[in-house]
């Protein structure tokens, strides 16, 4: 077994997975696995920076990993940065924070590389016949992937939850005309991916990411958050579209009380559904398998 931390910093969160891997029999112990809304992208469509409130906040959160990483003796770690920190002019002020706090400085990666992480943490333990459809959307960005054991095809694109909420501002409710706004753009995305990765060969949709796993919940009718009970759940395209259009015809306050629902994504779930439920009918998937483990679990087989 080999000790490993990996980081996950993304448009919206940021995320910590202290486990031991074993890469002889493809065993992963979870140790220690957590979760903070940072919003690190904020603003960043828009003035192409990230916010100095929005770094603080960040950097906050990465003194809470090292005591963690340290509690654990951890004897690797890898941070990978994904969107926001790939679109911002001063992604260098980022990069600094990062390793005076943590020791290590986060990889801004790709986002091919980005969808190969997402697809061996999702299909590790899945065995289904063919090829997968591996979808994982962010706060800024949704990454697609085809393969079986191995990726054939991978594509990035700019359409994520937080993306899309800052880019169009659904109301409460969101408008017809707020709606058409993001399916426009999430269309035009999917026709951007379906040039290069097949979306409509594999029978087998896997979703990733916490608008995914988030809409899960709610299908579910879950009391509270339940990892376990999330964690592989088939979610058919009929329970996605009632979610859907309950987060979008829904308040604020409506939102807030959905027991299951982060205050952080309580402003962004609307438009991460959308997506989702706009993958399902252009690749006609009758549902799709939730999956816990992501990126996240990628980077820790990475490093081991």
């Given at each position: 077994?080999?000790?490993?931390?990996a980081?996950?910093?993304?448009?919206?969160s940021?995320?910590?997975?202290v486990?031991?891997?074993?890469?002889?029999t493809?065993?992963?112990?979870?140790?220690?696995?957590?979760m903070?809304?940072?919003?690190?992208?904020?603003?960043?469509?828009?003035?192409?920076?990230?916010?100095p409130?929005a770094?603080?906040?960040t950097?906050?959160?990465?003194?809470?990993?090292?005591?963690?990483?340290?509690?654990?003796g951890a004897?690797?770690?890898?941070?990978?940065?994904?969107?926001?920190?790939?679109?911002?002019?001063n992604?260098?002020?980022?990069?600094?924070?990062?390793?005076d706090?943590?020791?290590?400085?986060?990889?801004?990666?790709t986002?091919?590389q980005?969808?190969?992480?997402?697809?061996?943490?999702?299909?590790?333990?899945?065995?289904?016949?063919g090829?997968?459809?591996?979808?994982d959307?962010?706060?800024?960005?949704?990454?697609?992937?085809v393969g079986?054991?191995?990726?054939?095809?991978?594509?990035?694109v700019?359409?994520g939850?937080?993306?899309?909420?800052e880019r169009?501002h659904?109301?409460?409710?969101?408008?017809?005309e707020?709606?058409?706004?993001?399916?426009?753009?999430?269309?035009a995305?999917l026709d951007?991916a379906?040039?290069?990765?097949?979306?409509r060969?594999?029978r087998?949709?896997?979703g990733l990411?916490?608008?995914?796993?988030t809409v899960?919940?709610?299908?579910?009718?879950?009391?509270?958050?339940?990892?376990?009970?999330?964690?592989?759940?088939r979610?058919?395209?009929?329970?996605?579209?009632?979610?859907?259009e309950?987060?979008?015809a829904?308040?604020h306050?409506?939102?807030?009380a959905?027991?299951?629902?982060?205050?952080g994504?309580?402003?962004v779930?609307?438009a991460?559904a959308l997506?989702?439920?706009?993958v399902?009918?252009r690749?006609?998937?009758?549902?799709?398998?939730?999956?816990?483990?992501?990126?996240?679990?990628g980077i820790?087989?990475?490093?081991a």
């Open positions: 077994m080999t000790r490993v931390a980081i996950d910093c993304g448009t919206n940021i995320r910590l997975l486990a031991d891997c074993d890469p002889e493809g065993e992963l112990v979870d140790l220690d696995r957590r903070t809304i940072v919003r690190l992208g904020q603003g960043v469509d828009r003035t192409g920076r990230l916010a409130e770094l603080e906040r950097f906050a959160a990465c003194r809470e990993y090292a005591a963690v990483i340290k509690e654990f004897e690797r770690l890898r941070f990978v940065a994904t969107s926001a920190s790939r679109d911002a002019e992604r260098d002020e980022f990069v600094r924070g990062v390793l706090i943590l020791g290590v400085e986060p990889e801004v990666i986002g091919d980005e969808a190969e992480f997402s697809f061996t943490g999702a299909t590790k333990e899945l065995h289904a016949d090829d997968y459809l591996v979808v959307i962010g706060g800024g960005s949704t990454e697609f992937v079986s054991r191995h990726v054939r095809a991978a594509r990035s700019d359409v939850c937080v993306r899309m909420t169009h659904p109301g409460d409710p969101a408008t017809p707020q709606i058409a706004a993001i399916r426009a753009d999430v269309e995305a951007l379906e040039r290069t990765v097949p979306l060969e594999p087998t949709l896997v990411a916490g608008s995914v796993t899960a919940a709610i299908a579910l009718d879950l009391k509270a958050y339940d990892s376990a009970a999330i964690h592989h759940s979610i058919s395209y009929e329970q996605v579209r009632a979610v859907t309950r987060l979008l829904s308040t306050e409506e939102r807030t959905i027991p299951v629902l982060h205050p994504r309580i402003d779930i609307a991460g997506v989702l439920l706009a399902m009918e690749t006609g998937a009758r549902e799709v398998v939730v999956s816990e483990h992501d990126i996240l679990d820790a087989w990475s490093i």
